[in-house]
Each structure stands twice: as structure tokens, then as C-alpha cells.
């Protein structure tokens, strides 16, 4: 069993950065994932990293403005988001799992970019 705990999120600025941490608890060797879901909107993903940190990927709408990593030693993956738009306002939840599946997620936590 996993349990990832996400925090980090708030209000901010457009233009301005968060840094979300994503904690995990249990059998954690997996890639992990970022998703995000607005308002109205489905589910999409963000970035994902590998277990090993040495391949990232980015949804294109924020490749360029955020970064995906992970400490193994403390099994926390962090989501720094710098440039920060309306439009990434939005419930953002870390999710892990075997392979490319997410079987895991997280609580999920609010970012709100003001305009």
C-alpha cells in the first residue's frame, strides 16, 4: 500500500513560482506523477519522473515553467512551478504506481494564480 501526502499549494500571483512537495509512505520504487484538475475541466497530466530521477516528461503547456524531481532518501517528489499563469490554477495531485499505471493518489492541494 502507498499514501502520498501532497502540500505546497496556495494563492499566488501571476508570474509568480510555488514549490509542491508530494510525501509517500510505503512500496514507493515507482515513477511518479503530477496531474492537475480545474474547475469544470478533466483531469490532465503534468510531468512525470522515473524512479531513478534520470527521465522527466512534461505536458507541453508547462514544459519550460516547471520541474519535476524527487529526493529518494526522504520519498518526496517536489513540483517547482515558476511563471505562473491563471490558467494553471487548478487541484493538483501527485500519483505513483507500477509501470506506467497510477493506482496511487493523493489528497490532492489548491493553487490559485491570480491575474
Known amino acids: 500500500q502507498v499514501q502520498l501526502v501532497e502540500s505546497g499549494g496556495g494563492l499566488v500571483q501571476a508570474g509568480g513560482s510555488l514549490r509542491l512537495s508530494c510525501a509517500a509512505s510505503g512500496r514507493t520504487r515507482y515513477g511518479m506523477g503530477w496531474f492537475r484538475q480545474a474547475p469544470g475541466k478533466e483531469r490532465e497530466f503534468v510531468a512525470r519522473?522515473?524512479?531513478?530521477?534520470?527521465?522527466?516528461y512534461y505536458a507541453d503547456s508547462v514544459k519550460g515553467r516547471f520541474t519535476i524531481s524527487r529526493d529518494n532518501a526522504k520519498n518526496t517528489v517536489y513540483l517547482q512551478m515558476s511563471s505562473l499563469k491563471p490558467e494553471d490554477t487548478a487541484v493538483y495531485y501527485c500519483?505513483?504506481?507500477?509501470?506506467?499505471?497510477?493506482?496511487?493518489w493523493g489528497q490532492g492541494t489548491q493553487v490559485t494564480v491570480s491575474s
Open positions: 500519483a505513483t504506481g507500477m509501470g506506467l499505471n497510477y493506482d496511487y
Open positions: 519522473i522515473t524512479w531513478s530521477g534520470s527521465n522527466t
